[in-house]
């Protein structure tokens, strides 16, 4: 994985959560792509894991560990504040 596209994904995925007050789904980050097409498309940040079973997920428990760097409340049910 490209560090500069993982770190940019993150960032989007971060941003993405605080809008949304909760971790994104796959399904959130293609709503959002289409309203915004200078994100990645949700394809390429599933590929960034190589589209291994649970590469979604791990995709989310970056961006939570980024938010919380950040200063925010990630609930286990993945709920941002």
Same mark, same amino acid.
């Given at each position: 994985?490209? $560090? =500069?596209?993982? $770190? ?10 605080? $809008? ?5 789904? @796959? ?14 498309? =949700? ?5 960034? @894991? ?8 791990? @995709?989310?428990?970056?961006?939570? =560990? ?16």
């Amino acid at each position: 994985v490209g $560090e =500069e596209r993982l $770190e940019r994904a993150i960032t989007q995925g971060a941003a993405l959560a605080r $809008e949304l007050g909760r971790l994104p789904k @796959f399904g959130d980050w293609q709503a959002a792509r289409r309203a915004d097409p200078s994100l990645l498309t =949700e394809w390429q940040v599933y590929r960034m @894991f190589e589209a291994r079973r649970g590469a979604w997920a791990t @995709f989310q428990f970056l961006v939570r =560990e980024r938010l919380v760097e950040d200063g925010a409340i990630v609930g286990a049910d993945g709920s941002v504040d």
